[in-house]
């Protein structure tokens, strides 16, 4: 069960080998969290994220194998996930999530859908699973990982953007639609992340980029004070809110130097 | 039957269950052995989840009412949904008080029980269980008529057992004689924590009621500074018009959530310099009513609301005599960290009881409550929790909202005994509750 702080004991984790996943993963386990399952798309990297949690105070970890290319597998996916953890599940992370480069795909309909795919229709399909499975139980989390690049679209990133945006969007609309359940989602919408994501990116480094730990922090927080949106670093709230609001010659002069 | 989201008095973590209000022993049986998953609740006066189950089956108690004539030498039946408000209204005017009481009026007579709760007389008078004579519990296995005689076992269990052991319906109260509904009280103001710590240790033998308000946010010599009101009940000899009257119902009331952050470092630090610079410096035999000196918050109806949304959390510890300094470092840990803390209550407990998890043991008891937000505060309270298991001291479980499983097993070494009696009568583990699941009661 999650305490009074937000800090939950069993945590079910797709997308649980991605460096933001891993790092929220090591912060959760050192404060309250004793069950883990895993699940991604490489056995190895899903084996040493695991390890890495035991390291940091879990007791039971556990690792599920799929690819978020195919949305035909998002309700196994998750309910071998829950069945994993044996019991109350307190917190789902969804992790999942691909960036790509921009130029090289935008010509491809087959990396297009791909994009869309992996950022949008999956995980929305695991949320419904997930919707389900929480509310039949009686409570639980649900930690959304959005983007602000969902926030206002980058020419030189739309596809991952607008993707993402359509995830935010509906998470949103779920997250109202589970007033009253038990059930909360909360989205978390980090900036620039230093991260094997991000790693090999022509883009330069944006200011209020962060590392990973300090996104985990904030979710910390955020799990704690239960607010829908939470923002890696928190000051991005309010620079958002500037840039979505500026005039587009603008937007595009700032965004695609 | 309704789907209800609820949480203890804190307002932190909810959970969604079923309600039942059950009328009678046969529904509370019926209902037992058919489902999986339930947890009796009273008026959701403890802080954390232990009146609650995510999912499953939230056994409403305040149907099952019903209060006796009061005999001649104070013997009362009750309903276990009767609160200690309602069992006040009848007893006082006929010259009875609960012979234990905590800081509110209410809460129910079963959940008193299942939370074994005390009150500023526990140095004297021990627990509510030790003035219970028998009680009548719903089990998945049976319905059993049980006392410190009669299968001790589960009485005992049952006593700080957190409704785990069955559905407590009904059970016999011993209570205490008055002459009046006022209490002599005497008050005093110290600058400091070794001061209050000093004379409690001393003289609180000579006082039926003790209890200290500590201020945890003040720093070096006054650190822990306090005011200690200690009182007797007053006999009709000691007041020009004695009366007997039942306390009123409250006038005042929160009518919507404060903002979250209202209670904060700033806001209490003003509120506890007013709070000790108001209390007399030094003063004796002062009458107040019952319910002024026992139960002062229950003159504002919903005051939790004034943590907001977040709601707050209750941290409160026991240590023995021997590791008095716990409760010194307590403080000093809080008051060094930027953690808002309301005053903080401190005692002295006397005897244990025989249950396996009742909670008090001879020696001190420190009670914080702490508004949820600052970032410190989960990390804080995991220290001391360190602080505490090293000392030998335990948690309360019925103000508890954020322990973790590993340390219960250490703070409470008899867990394993209470485990037995849990599976004796309840073998399938059908009684559970959302603290059962995060403290790993359950036994599985």
């Known amino acids: 069960m999650e305490n009074a702080f937000g800090q939950p004991q069993n945590v079910v984790v797709l997308g649980g080998s991605s460096d933001i996943a891993r790092a929220i993963t090591k912060k959760l386990c050192s404060a309250r969290t004793h069950t883990v399952v895993l699940a991604g798309r490489n056995q190895e990297l899903l084996d040493a994220a695991a390890n890495e949690a035991r390291e940091y105070g879990a007791t039971k970890t556990d690792t599920v194998l799929f690819d978020a290319q195919d949305s035909g597998n998002a309700a196994r996916t998750v309910e071998e996930s829950f069945d994993k953890v044996g019991g109350h599940v307190d917190l789902v992370i969804i992790a999942v999530g691909l960036l790509g480069e921009q130029l090289d795909i935008e010509n491809s309909a087959e990396e297009a859908a791909r994009m869309v795919n992996v950022n949008f229709t999956w995980p929305a399909a695991a949320l419904a699973e997930i919707r389900h499975r929480l509310i039949s139980q009686g409570g639980g989390r649900i930690l959304v990982i959005s983007s602000v690049a969902a926030i206002r679209i980058r020419r030189s990133m739309y596809l991952y953007g607008g993707a993402k945006a359509g995830l935010d969007r509906m998470c949103i609309g779920l997250a109202d639609s589970l007033e009253g359940t038990g059930v909360t989602l909360q989205i978390l919408r980090p900036g620039v992340v230093r991260s094997k994501m991000t790693a090999g990116s022509s883009q330069k480094e944006i200011p209020f980029t962060t590392g990973v730990n300090e996104v985990a922090e904030n979710v910390m927080r955020g799990l704690s004070s239960g607010e829908l949106v939470i923002w890696s670093p928190p000051i991005l709230r309010y620079v958002f809110f500037v840039l979505r609001h500026l005039p587009a010659k603008l937007w595009k002069f700032i965004a695609d130097r | ?444």
């Open chain 2, 1 to 444: 039957m309704t789907r209800q989201t609820l949480s203890g008095w804190g307002r932190t973590n909810p959970s969604l269950a079923t309600v039942m209000n059950p009328a009678n022993e046969t529904d509370v049986a019926e209902l037992l052995a058919s489902t999986r998953g339930v947890i009796a609740r009273g008026l959701g006066r403890s802080y954390g989840d232990p009146a609650q189950v995510s999912g499953g089956v939230v056994v409403d108690n305040r149907a099952l009412g019903g209060i006796s004539e009061i005999s001649h030498d104070g013997v009362v039946s009750v309903g276990a949904g009767v609160s200690i408000d309602e069992l006040l209204a009848m007893s006082i005017p006929q010259g009875w008080f609960v012979p234990v009481t905590p800081g509110t009026r209410q809460v129910t007579m079963g959940g008193a029980f299942a939370a074994d709760v005390h009150g500023k007389n526990h140095h004297v008078d021990g627990s509510f269980a030790a003035h219970v004579r028998s009680l009548r519990i719903v089990t998945p296995t049976g319905t059993y008529d049980v006392s410190p005689e009669r299968d001790a076992d589960l009485f005992w269990a049952s006593a700080g057992g957190m409704g785990l052991t069955g559905i407590i319906t009904s059970l016999t109260l011993q209570m205490m004689p008055i002459e009046t509904d006022q209490v002599l009280v005497d008050t005093e103001r110290f600058a400091n924590l070794e001061g209050v710590m000093q004379e409690m240790l001393s003289r609180d033998k000579d006082y039926r009621y003790s209890v200290a308000w500590v201020d945890c946010m003040t720093k070096g010599a006054h650190m822990g500074r306090a005011i200690l009101t200690r009182g007797r009940h007053a006999r009709a000899s000691d007041l020009d018009e004695p009366t007997l009257k039942a306390p009123a119902s409250p006038k005042l009331f929160i009518p919507f959530d404060a903002p979250s952050g209202l209670l904060n470092v700033a806001s209490v630090r003003v509120f506890n310099e007013v709070w000790f610079r108001s209390a007399p410096k030094r003063q004796e035999r002062e009458p107040q009513s019952l319910s002024s000196f026992f139960h002062p918050l229950d003159g504002v109806r919903d005051w939790n609301r004034l943590y907001g949304r977040r709601g707050f959390v209750q941290y409160q510890f026991c240590v023995d005599d021997a590791h008095a300094n716990t409760v010194v470092e307590a403080i000093s840990r809080l008051s060094s960290s930027g953690v808002a803390s309301f005053l903080a209550v401190l005692k002295r407990f006397g005897a244990a009881n025989p249950g396996p998890l009742s909670f008090p043991v001879p020696g001190w008891t420190l009670a914080l409550d702490l508004p949820v937000g600052p970032r410190a505060l989960p990390r804080v309270l995991d220290d001391l929790d360190s602080m505490v298991l090293e000392a030998g001291g335990r948690i309360y479980f019925a103000k508890d909202a954020r322990l973790g499983p590993e340390k219960v097993r250490a703070m409470y070494p008899r867990l394993d005994e209470f485990l037995a009696v849990k599976h004796r009568v309840d073998p399938e583990g059908r009684l559970t509750s959302d603290l059962a699941r995060r403290l790993n009661l359950e036994g599985s």
